[in-house]
């Protein structure tokens, strides 16, 4: 006679039903093209304001800012570097061409206040128009002087001056911005109590809240 089998046993021998398989991942939802293209100008419109200051929109660095308006603002720095890149190719082109001594000269001045202009401490307590307008002005100023005299000392001049703005542009993208007006400061600048960025941060979140608006009105989203 044969011995009764456990529930244990008839569980065991009976095969395990497979587990089904999970469903797909549904596909993220896209916003239409139209509504993509409205929030980047909503984005760019945002932000227009502090686009190019180049700095945090606080006291310590008002004078590295030029105002335009109630909230507009432009770096200081750049603007020199853009005026003096304007004034110094016009004056290139119509002011007549110096010998060779004066453009060998003119030359090296410009390497010296190019290295001048990005060293360490550049920044600190000289005015831009030493440290950005007159060494732009005058590299743009050379360019088209060494051209337009030709021969050796032009033609080495011109070099110098494309030389100079490319090694100087580069020395101060790894130099880096001068925050030396953080040092000091009770706000912290990487928090939300910095005054510097309150502005910034403030506008960033009424654009968020109005495009999540048009997206979940586009997705038919529960408010």
């Known amino acids: 006679m044969q011995a009764p089998t456990s ?30 293209r409205r929030i980047d100008r909503l984005a760019r419109r945002a932000h227009a304001f502090h686009r190019f200051a180049h700095h945090p929109l606080c006291s310590r660095y008002a004078s590295e800012v030029i105002p335009l308006g109630r909230r507009w603002r432009v770096c200081r720095g750049c603007a020199f570097t853009g005026a003096g890149a304007l004034s110094g190719g016009l004056a290139g082109w119509l002011l007549p061409a110096p010998d060779p001594l004066a453009l060998v000269a003119l030359s090296a001045l410009l390497a010296a206040g190019a290295a001048w202009a990005v060293s360490r401490r550049a920044g600190r307590g000289r005015p831009k128009l030493l440290s950005r307008l007159a060494p732009m002005a005058l590299a ?84």
Do not use: K, M
């Open 7 to 36: 529930p244990q046993a008839v569980t065991a021998a009976v095969p395990a039903r497979p587990s089904p398989a999970p469903l797909p991942a549904a596909p993220p939802a896209r916003i239409p093209a139209a509504l993509a």
């Open 140 to 223: 743009a100023a050379l360019l088209p002087l060494g051209l337009r005299a030709g021969g050796p000392a032009g033609l080495l001049s011109a070099l110098c001056a494309a030389a100079a703005v490319a090694a100087a542009a580069a020395a101060y993208r790894r130099r880096g911005p001068d925050r030396a007006a953080c040092a000091g400061c009770p706000e912290a600048p990487a928090s939300s109590a910095c005054s510097g960025f309150r502005a910034i941060a403030l506008r960033e979140r009424a654009f968020a809240r109005l495009a999540g608006r048009w997206i979940d009105r586009a997705l038919q989203r529960p408010p």
